[in-house]
């Protein structure tokens, strides 16, 4: 086990990147009177070909058995070096590269300075090679399926990538049908709807063999790593089976009647409805949470649709990755914000969004209050910016889009009303802003308010809203019939039971968190599962959908190679020092590290497949006995000691 | 004090941000002191204070532990919570030590913020020449 290190230096002088500012024969001439060094050579190009066989012809002629490249940064040419070490026969971790370029030849000047630089970087890589050791990649198959939650754009997206690309995809939603919110709301642009999308993209799925719908479900358990887990799902009964066709008389009889989600509230449903008209499955459902089972739908049925015996069931899926794409909840505004909820003219965009719907509770009419207004406000950014109290401090990215093709929609089809859109700052990014520029050549007016937020006043003469114009300086007052509440995107309320099984993490504004927003920006922190759409904060639903894509993709990039290799630089237990005090097991973000019982003894435990080489247990353990491969004590130390000569 | 005093820094800089700052600090050609020499660990929770006192003991001026920002930052969620803990802690023990606490940073330095890792080593460097070799100190001792 034990052999001499025996180490090659290559110093790089990547064209004169690096050899114009350091004295790079200088340096390969220093590297070789380093301990364990047998030979150093520099080179124009290390990573071109004839520099790559520099490497392994001296692994194979010299015996070499460590290599230490002094040139970019391991970011940049790593992997190309490992691999180069590899197919010498070399265990490609017995590679070090020292980082001369980034962090030497580009940002100094003093060609002295920096070649005296370089040599202590190469030091200390050529001490940390001497302590490498060969690490062993571990592999394990995956299974071909991944779980979708949610049913929205963004999950149906990924659904359907997945399972072009030969993937079956087990999609688990929890509302009674697909669709998800881009079905009730929202313009693509001024002539596309989410609702057609969305019945495009249904359509696509009820062909699709490969994807497994399963609506009223939710994930109830989930164990196992990247590219095997197991998980449960419930499925809840619809009560209706497909013999419905969704004649609507059980409706009729349905003694329940509640405010219907569908319409935010606009229009009444019973416990027994169809979602909406192009829902899917295509037929109507039994709402499990308030039906009585008076029986009564059942004995109007003609089709021996309904059965209300039916019982939960619990199915187990073995998967190979999880994607989350559960969306977000609107924000509903505080009884009084604004005057919600104490007049009936006083709507929020997404209430409005029903209305110009010509599938919604008014077919299309702008109708509010029953009649249609003379005179219409939109307040902007309710819910979102800190403009009031219950307010997040976010964007929510859609509202001004979405209000200005409203606005423009209205006064497309009704010229004589007066539009007002009262605003913080508009914030029609990208093309959108070409919806903003219609708005103003459609004479929607403008308003603008700054920190303090406008006032809606109830009067019996009718509504007004009070407010410090800023681009005039002056306060205002503007009486309308109506006004629309731009209401923005809040996390879900049932997150929380997401986190709880599947153990991402919430960020600060209370949505999921992205392993890192600009280079990992659709993976969650755990390998294996991603995430989509709205889930991680406010998205339009053309970003949504380019998201689910992405998670798709990043799914497939996962399970493509029909195997995973496990992280090889992960923490590892040294049992005979091990005094199993449990430290590491509270410090790991993973629960990758439990206590168990060796011979009587307490000692802790890394699972392997779950430890992602963080190394904060090696930092915490007290004895030593926890390292991590790549990173050990001893290595880190023995270049923290070659930094001074 | 010599006015050529060059001081010796050891950075600890974590794989996924500060690491990457100093990188995009070298592709945007910007200019700084040469005196840091940057350790690369995976995460800034990786950094046991037993490796800055080491750094310390065996000759460094200064130390610079750098990670992702808190709070959501972390490549691995709450590594970085985790060297803020150790290292809010650890500075107690640098004055119980007799080293300043100039000589010892933490610092958050994302990815992106190559301007900041230009800014903290010419802070450092700043503060260290004023403050002298650490070596001159303890050999006094």
């Not at chain 1, 571990?138 to 030969?166: C, D």
């Not at chain 1, 800023?470 to 509440?485: F, H, K, N, S, W």
């Not at chain 1, 949504?544 to 630089?569: C, T």
């Amino acid at each position: 086990m034990h052999e001499e290190p025996r180490i090659g230096v290559y110093i790089c002088h990547c064209g004169l990147n690096i050899a114009a500012t350091v004295d790079v024969k200088e340096v390969a001439e220093y590297a070789k009177t380093l301990p364990n060094v047998v030979v150093a050579r520099d080179y124009v190009f290390m990573c071109s070909e004839p520099g790559q066989n520099l490497i392994k012809d001296d692994i194979k002629n010299l015996g070499l058995n460590r290599v230490v490249v002094a040139a970019c940064s391991p970011s940049m040419h790593e992997p190309t070096f490992r691999s180069a070490v590899e197919s010498a026969g070399l265990n490609k971790y017995l590679f070090e590269m020292a980082n001369i370029r980034e962090h030497c030849s580009w940002v100094h000047g003093d060609r002295k300075l920096a070649t005296e630089k370089a040599k202590d970087l190469v030091r200390m890589a050529v001490a940390k090679a001497a302590l490498l050791e060969p690490l062993e990649e571990k592999e394990f198959p995956v299974y071909n399926s991944v779980l979708v939650l949610g049913g929205g754009v963004s999950g149906m997206r990924a659904a359907l990538e997945l399972a072009r690309y030969g993937f079956d995809v087990y999609l688990v939603e929890r509302s009674p049908t697909l669709g998800g919110k881009a079905a009730l709301i929202g313009h693509v642009d001024l002539q596309t709807r989410g609702s057609d999308i969305v019945n495009k993209m249904i359509e696509l799925i009820r062909r699709n063999s490969r994807i497994h719908v399963f609506t009223n479900s939710e994930l109830i358990e989930l164990k196992g790593f990247a590219g095997n887990y197991e998980c449960k799902i419930r499925v809840y009964p619809r009560y209706v089976n497909e013999r419905c066709n969704s004649c609507g008389e059980c409706e009729e009889v349905c003694p329940i009647d509640v405010a219907n989600e569908y319409d935010f509230g606009l229009s009444r449903r019973k416990a027994i409805f169809l979602p909406f008209k192009s829902a899917y499955p295509p037929y109507y459902v039994v709402d499990h949470r308030i039906c009585t089972k008076c029986g009564e739908c059942t004995r109007v049925c003609r089709f021996n649709a309904i059965d209300l015996t039916e019982e939960p069931k619990e199915l187990n899926l073995n998967v190979g990755a999880l994607i989350i794409a559960t969306g977000y909840d609107a924000y509903r505004p505080l009884k009084g914000e604004y005057g919600h909820g104490f007049h009936n003219n006083i709507v929020t965009l997404f209430q409005l969004e029903r209305l110009l719907d010509p599938e919604g509770p008014t077919r299309g009419e702008l109708i509010i209050g029953g009649k249609v207004p003379r005179s219409i406000a939109f307040i902007q950014c309710v819910g979102s910016r800190n403009t009031t109290p219950n307010a997040r401090s976010y964007c929510s990215r859609m509202c001004c889009t979405t209000a200005i093709t409203d606005a423009i929609k209205i006064r497309e089809k009704y010229p004589y009303v007066d539009v007002y859109i009262v605003y913080k700052d508009i914030m029609t990014y990208g093309s959108d802003e070409s919806l903003y520029l219609e708005a103003g050549r459609r004479l929607v007016r403008f308003v603008k308010f700054e920190e303090e937020p406008p006032s809606v006043v109830i009067s019996p003469e009718g509504i007004f809203i009070d407010l410090y114009e800023y681009t005039i300086q002056e306060r205002i007052r503007i009486p309308v019939d109506a006004v629309v509440l731009s209401t923005g995107m809040i996390p879900r309320r049932d997150l929380e039971d997401v986190v709880r099984v599947t153990r991402v993490s919430i960020g600060g504004d209370g949505f999921l968190r992205e392993a890192h927003l600009k280079l990992a920006p659709v993976e969650s922190p755990t390998k294996g599962i991603f995430l989509a759409g709205a889930v991680t904060g406010p998205k339009n639903i053309m970003e949504s959908i380019r998201m689910g894509s992405a998670a798709a993709a990043k799914a497939m990039d996962l399970l493509s190679k029909g195997k995973v290799v496990a992280e090889p630089m992960i923490a590892s237990v040294n049992e005979d020092i091990c005094s199993g005090c449990a430290i590491c097991v509270g410090v790991c973000p993973y629960d990758a590290i439990s206590i168990k019982l060796v011979d009587s003894d307490r000692i802790a435990h890394v699972e392997e497949a779950l430890c992602m080489g963080c190394g904060s247990c090696v930092a915490a353990c007290p004895s030593g006995a926890m390292q991590q491969f790549g990173f050990k004590d001893k290595q880190v130390r023995a270049q923290v000691l070659a930094a001074f000569g | 004090m010599s006015g050529d005093f060059e001081p010796k820094i050891v950075v600890f800089a974590c794989n996924w941000c500060t690491y990457a700052a100093v990188d995009l600090a070298g592709t945007s050609r910007m200019q700084y002191p040469h005196n840091v020499r940057v350790i690369r660990v995976m995460c800034s929770g990786r950094v046991d204070p037993q490796f800055v006192l080491e750094a310390f003991s065996k000759g460094a001026d200064g130390v610079i532990v750098a990670g992702c920002h808190p709070p959501a930052d972390c490549h691995y969620s709450e590594g970085n919570f985790k060297a803020f803990r150790r290292f809010t802690l650890f500075r107690r023990l640098l004055d119980s030590l007799g080293i300043e606490r100039e000589r010892f940073r933490l610092e958050w330095i994302s990815a992106s913020e190559a301007g900041k890792w230009v800014q903290v080593v010419n802070e450092m460097v700043n503060d260290l020449k004023k403050l002298g070799p650490l070596r001159e100190k303890l050999e006094v001792r």
